[in-house]
């Protein structure tokens, strides 16, 4: 079992930065592709970023790339995320999630890969 808890949303202002934090429960916490996702009102959930379990490999949708950052300190059961250069229109809840394939080597930006999810965290850049 693995509980994840994020942290660091809020209010910012366009142009502005973010880190969102996750973190986890559970002491295989390392072995665990991760995944930050996002669903705005009205809109699908979407991965937005993946890191493979040991960080080697990483997936960024094509609206964040240059601009968003995925990592994680597995000695610190944490995994987080660097927004920069927010827009409007990054405005959503944001997730993060762990796949059930412990060890994996590849990562996934399918929501039905993932087992466990937390409660999510507001992120609303202004214009």
């Known amino acids: 079992q693995v509980q994840l808890v994020e942290s660091g949303g809020g209010l910012v202002q366009a142009g502005g930065s973010l880190r969102l934090s996750c973190a986890a429960s559970?002491?295989?916490?390392?072995?665990?592709?991760l995944g930050w996702f996002r669903q705005a009102p009205g809109k699908e959930r979407e991965c937005v970023a993946a890191?493979?379990?040991?960080?080697?490999?990483?997936y960024y949708v094509e609206s964040v790339k240059g601009r968003f950052t995925i990592s994680r300190d597995n000695g610190k059961n944490t995994v987080y995320l660097q927004m920069n250069s927010l827009k409007p229109e990054d405005t959503a809840v944001y997730y993060c999630?762990?796949?059930?394939?412990?060890?994996?080597?590849?990562?996934?930006?399918?929501?039905?890969?993932?087992?466990?999810w937390g409660q999510g965290t507001q992120v609303t850049v202004s214009s």
């Open positions: 890191v493979t379990w040991s960080g080697g490999s990483t």
């Open positions: 999630a762990a796949r059930s394939a412990l060890y994996s080597s590849t990562w996934s930006r399918a929501p039905a890969d993932y087992k466990y």
């Open positions: 559970g002491r295989t916490f390392s072995g665990y592709p």
